[in-house]
């Protein structure tokens, strides 16, 4: 005798499995992702900030070669030098700006150029700058200056401390490491900023001016006077200087941080990269000091 058995549609045989189709790579939308991303990125920099790579010993003590920063690019407002390529033509003015405070550190792209210089904002629009036995005079009235006094920076890959630069400040320390001995000098600002300058006795820097700085106009020095190529000198060959003061259209933004600080000692071998980096430097804020009123 036979039963009806009701199937568990459970049990029921399953139709054999078709492989799912490929899906094929839309192209149009990955490239379209990839443009959008570098748009972002352009759009940062350009508007909100990007990095900066130290490539002399211009601002020394202060800032080293091989330190990384933090430049803001919306403190001064907008100009045609403010788009990461530098490749719109010269429009005066700038948009939302307003001009640096005293003693700021800034990027700058010289006039006819396409290289960023980074620079410390000295003078200011009409008054009258001059430099005297590496003196700077504003309005006839000399910048405060500490006594010398010195800093050993170790010596890098980065760091050289060459004798025909440095003479005498190379030396060895007590732990056996080579250091660089510079004497600096602390300068004061009528605003009360302040900041060390390398002091390294007399050169043709030295003495400059007197100049009236012009409306909309910076004077820009580095710290380390006697290495700098900055307002002091012309914009030609060999000098390769700012050619006096600056229109502030050509202020590209404003230092804010060091980020990481590469000393050069490494190599592609990962057990060298520890070397790679100097330690401390991270997170030091570029902003001067500020005695108290």
């Given at each position: 005798m036979s039963e009806d058995v009701a199937l568990d549609p459970a049990h029921e045989p399953a139709e054999t499995a078709r492989p799912a189709p490929a899906r094929r790579t839309d192209w149009w939308a990955e490239i379209r992702g990839i443009v959008w991303l570098v748009l972002a990125v352009l759009g940062f920099h350009t508007f909100i900030a990007k990095p900066f790579y130290i490539p002399s010993e211009s601002m020394l003590p202060g800032l080293e070669i091989g330190d990384q920063l933090v430049v803001s690019k919306f403190p001064y407002g907008?100009?045609?030098?403010?788009p990461t390529f530098h490749l719109l033509?010269?429009?005066?003015?700038?948009?939302?700006?307003?001009?640096?405070e005293r003693g700021d550190v800034v990027i700058v792209t010289p006039p006819g150029t396409e290289t960023d210089y980074i620079k410390r904002v000295i003078g200011l629009p009409g008054e009258t700058l001059q430099v005297r036995g590496g003196v700077v005079f504003i309005n006839g009235v000399a910048l405060q200056r500490g006594p010398i006094h010195y800093a050993r920076?170790?010596?890098?890959?980065?760091?050289?401390?060459?004798?025909?630069?440095?003479?005498?400040?190379?030396?060895?320390?007590?732990?056996?490491?080579?250091y660089c001995r510079l004497p600096l000098v602390?300068?004061?600002?009528?605003?009360?900023?302040?900041?060390?300058?390398?002091?390294?006795?007399?050169?043709?820097?030295?003495?400059?001016?007197?100049v009236k700085i012009p409306a909309n106009h910076v004077f820009l020095m580095g710290d380390n006077r006697d290495r700098s190529s900055d307002s002091r000198f012309p914009l030609a060959a060999p000098d390769l200087g700012l050619g006096g003061p600056v229109?502030?259209?050509?202020?590209?933004?404003?230092?804010?941080?060091?980020?990481?600080?590469?000393s050069g000692d490494g190599t592609w071998n990962p057990l060298t990269w520890g070397q790679s980096f100097r330690a401390g430097r991270a997170g030091t804020s570029l902003h001067p000091a500020r005695n108290p009123q």
């Open positions: 907008w100009s045609f030098i403010s033509p010269f429009i005066h003015g700038r948009l939302f700006g307003r001009l640096p920076i170790p010596v890098d890959t980065n760091t050289k401390c060459s004798d025909d630069v440095y003479p005498g400040a190379l030396e060895t320390g007590a732990d056996g490491k080579a602390t300068e004061t600002l009528p605003n009360g900023r302040h900041y060390d300058t390398v002091e390294l006795g007399y050169s043709r820097g030295d003495d400059y001016g007197p229109p502030w259209e050509y202020l590209g933004g404003r230092a804010e941080f060091i980020t990481f600080s590469k």
